[in-house]
């Protein structure tokens, strides 16, 4: 089984202010993390992935992540927030093993707004 | 700019009326996906192909019919649909079903409205 829970459905901070996106994931095996963002009317936005390695991962628009095994957390932070980085984050986790994959699990969705 | 294009962008149909979404990706990715949104909800996944073949089907309705004509086009037909059908549709496309890297690509959507 694969889950993932994004505990705070709403995220406000002020522009140039750090901003931090929780998630927690539960998994029988070894994760795949990724975090995906979602401008409105819009798609969803690849931003980065935990695979394996290094803890800390760094993505793309400043955004970086960092995976805790013992906590199963993988939260989004960014050191100074923008107002074009309101949107709606989406956490999500695969499992890989023996050769196969299951499909993404995305979590509830957070809803950040940057005030300015 | 994403790589995964879909068409229309904006659809509004009756409940008679027969429709298809298109969906184009040229990266040479050979698992292609089919999912449903709804307003400030995470999607949810209907059809998955691998290799040009219906790998999953998470139990959609069958008024929802997908296609995949070539490695790189997705379908879905839609035939009869009910008002509770209107959501965003979202396309996307990863290397491979199995892949180790795992992240996919969306397309930017096509809203659906059902009247």
């Known amino acids: 089984a694969q889950s993932v829970a994004q505990p705070e459905d709403q995220v406000n901070v002020a522009e140039g202010n750090p901003l931090t996106v929780k998630c927690t994931y539960s998994v029988s095996g070894n994760p795949y993390l990724f975090w995906y963002v979602q401008y409105p009317n819009r798609g969803l936005q690849f931003l980065l992935k935990?695979?394996?390695?290094?803890?800390l991962v760094k993505g793309s628009y400043g955004f970086e992540a960092e995976f805790n095994k013992s906590q199963t957390s993988f939260h989004l932070k960014k050191p100074s927030a923008l107002v074009s980085d309101s949107a709606l984050y989406f956490c999500?986790?695969?499992?890989?093993?023996?050769?196969?994959?299951?499909?993404?699990?995305f979590g509830s969705g957070t809803q950040l707004t940057v005030l300015p | 700019d994403t790589e995964v294009t879909q068409t229309p962008k904006h659809l509004v149909m009756g409940m008679t009326n027969k429709k298809s979404l298109k969906c184009e990706q040229h990266m040479g990715h050979r698992a292609m996906y089919w999912y449903k949104q709804k307003a400030k909800k995470p999607p949810e996944l209907m059809f998955v192909y691998s290799y040009e073949k219906l790998s999953i089907n998470e139990s959609v309705p069958s008024r929802f019919s997908p296609e995949c004509p070539n490695s790189s086009l997705l379908n879905l037909h839609l035939h009869a649909l009910q008002p509770e059908d209107s959501a965003l549709y979202l396309c996307?496309?990863?290397?491979?079903?199995?892949?180790?890297?795992?992240?996919?690509?969306f397309g930017e959507g096509s809203r659906l409205t059902v009247l």
């Open positions: 996307a496309s990863s290397q491979d079903i199995n892949s180790n890297t795992g992240e996919l690509f």
């Open positions: 999500a986790v695969r499992v890989f093993s023996s050769g196969s994959a299951r499909q993404l699990t």
């Open positions: 935990y695979i394996t390695g290094d803890n």
